[in-house]
C-alpha cells in the first residue's frame, strides 16, 4: 500500500484537467477515424504505464544524472543528421533497429532541458536584479544547442516551442532586464538574415501567413469553424470533416473539428479548460519561492500548454503560420502525449515526495530499490 503521506501531497486536482481531454481526445478521433482512435487508446495506456514509472523516479535526488540525460538526448539529435528516416521531407525520426517504431529525439529533449535548468537554477542562486551575462549565457548554450540541431532537421515549429520553453524559464525565474532589451533589438536587426536562412517551404507558409487570401487548409478550418454556430452540429450535418473538406482533422486541426461539433459556447469552454490548466501549474509557481526546482518545473509546463495551444488555435483561425503544433492531450499522437505525461508525472513526484520518500529523505548512498521501498507502506 502506497505511504498515506506521499497521498496527502499527490495533487488529484491535476486528474481533473487530463481525463476530461483524454476522454474528449478519443470521442472526436473515433468520429473521424476509428482506427486511429484505437491506436489513441494504445497510446494513452503507455501514458498510464510512463506516468507511474516516472512518478517513482526521485528526482531530487537523482540531479546529478540530468547532465547525463540532457547530453544523450543532444547525441540522439545529432544521430537523427546522419541516421534519421525522413518522412515528408524532413528527416526528425530515429528507427528503432529491428523494429518499425520510431523515437522523435525531440520531444524528450524538452524534458532533458527542463530538467537540467531546473537543477541550474536551484543550484545557482539568483542575485538581486537577476542572472548577469555570465550565468545568463551559460544557462542559453543548453537551450540554443538542442535548438539549433532541431532546425537543421528542418523543424522550425518544434525548434520555436524549445527556444521560447527554455528563455521562458529564465524570464520567470528572474534575468537583468538590459539583457532582454539587448536581445530583442538583436534579434530585430538580424531579422532579414534569420529570413534568408529559412527554407523554402517555411517561406511559403509565411508567405500564406501574410497574404490576403489563405491557404486551402486554413481556408475549410476556417469555414469548419464558421459552421458550427453557436451551439455545433451533429456528426451527421459536421460537413467538413465528414466529407474530409478539413484536412487532418484528427491532429493539426481538431480544434476546428471540435467547434464544427459544439460551436462557439464549445469553443469558449474548451479555451476556458485550457486556462485554468495553465493557472493551476502558475499557482504552484508562486506556491514555494525557496523550491526553485519546482517553481521552473511548473513554469515550464505552463509555458509548454500554452504556447502548444495558443499556436495551435491561431494557426486554425488563420492568425499564425500552420507550423503542425498539436493541441495539448486532445490531437491524436503519441510524442507530444507522452511528453506531457512524462512532465505530469515529474510534477507530480517533485510535490509528492518533496520531503523524501516517507517524509525521510533518503541518503544518497542509497540504492534505488531501496529509495522505492520506502515509498510503500502503511
Known amino acids: 500500500m502506497v505511504n498515506r503521506k506521499i497521498l496527502t501531497h499527490f495533487d488529484f486536482l491535476l486528474l481533473f484537467f487530463i481525463v476530461p481531454l483524454m476522454g474528449l481526445s478519443f470521442f472526436l478521433i473515433y468520429e473521424v477515424n476509428t482506427a486511429l482512435s484505437l491506436k489513441q487508446i494504445l497510446y494513452f495506456s503507455m501514458g498510464f504505464v510512463v506516468f507511474w514509472v516516472i512518478f517513482f523516479i526521485p528526482f531530487r535526488q537523482f540531479d546529478r544524472l540530468f547532465h547525463f540525460f540532457y547530453w544523450f538526448c543532444v547525441f540522439l539529435l545529432v544521430l537523427v543528421a546522419f541516421f534519421g528516416s525522413v518522412k515528408l521531407g524532413a528527416k526528425r525520426w530515429l528507427t528503432l533497429p529491428g523494429t518499425s517504431l520510431s523515437l522523435q529525439p525531440s520531444e524528450p529533449v524538452k524534458i532533458a532541458i527542463l530538467l537540467l535548468l531546473a537543477h541550474l537554477i536551484s543550484t545557482h542562486p539568483i542575485p538581486p536584479g537577476g542572472y548577469g551575462w555570465k550565468t545568463f549565457g551559460k544557462l542559453s548554450l543548453y537551450i540554443i544547442i538542442p535548438t539549433l540541431l532541431i532546425l537543421k532537421q528542418p523543424d522550425l515549429g518544434t525548434a520555436l516551442v524549445v527556444l521560447i520553453m527554455g528563455f521562458g524559464v529564465l524570464f520567470l525565474a ?205
Open 174 to 378: 528572474g534575468v537583468h532586464p538590459k539583457i532582454w532589451i539587448t536581445i530583442g533589438l538583436v534579434f530585430a536587426i538580424a531579422s532579414p538574415l534569420i529570413y534568408s536562412s529559412l527554407h523554402d517551404y517555411q517561406k511559403k507558409r509565411l508567405h500564406d501567413f501574410i497574404a490576403e487570401k489563405p491557404n486551402y487548409h486554413v481556408r475549410q478550418s476556417i469555414i469548419a469553424i464558421g459552421s458550427g454556430g453557436l451551439l455545433g452540429k451533429s456528426k451527421e450535418e459536421s460537413t467538413q470533416a465528414k466529407l474530409k473538406f478539413l484536412p487532418i482533422a484528427t491532429s493539426d486541426f481538431i480544434f476546428a473539428y471540435f467547434v464544427e461539433r459544439f460551436g462557439f459556447l464549445g469553443a469558449f469552454f474548451l479555451l476556458a479548460f485550457y486556462m485554468g490548466f495553465i493557472l493551476h501549474f502558475l499557482s504552484y509557481f508562486n506556491s514555494d519561492p525557496n523550491d526553485r526546482f519546482l517553481q521552473t518545473i511548473t513554469g515550464g509546463i505552463a509555458i509548454l500548454l500554452f504556447v502548444y495551444t495558443s499556436i495551435n488555435v491561431a494557426m486554425t483561425l488563420g492568425l499564425a503560420p500552420v507550423v503542425g503544433l498539436p493541441l495539448p492531450l486532445l490531437s491524436y499522437g503519441g510524442s507530444s502525449f507522452l511528453t506531457f505525461i512524462t512532465l505530469f508525472a515529474i510534477f507530480e513526484n517533485l510535490l509528492a515526495f518533496k520531503f523524501g520518500f516517507g517524509y525521510n529523505r533518503p541518503s544518497r548512498r542509497d540504492g534505488f530499490l531501496a529509495q522505492l521501498v520506502r515509498a510503500f507502506g502503511s
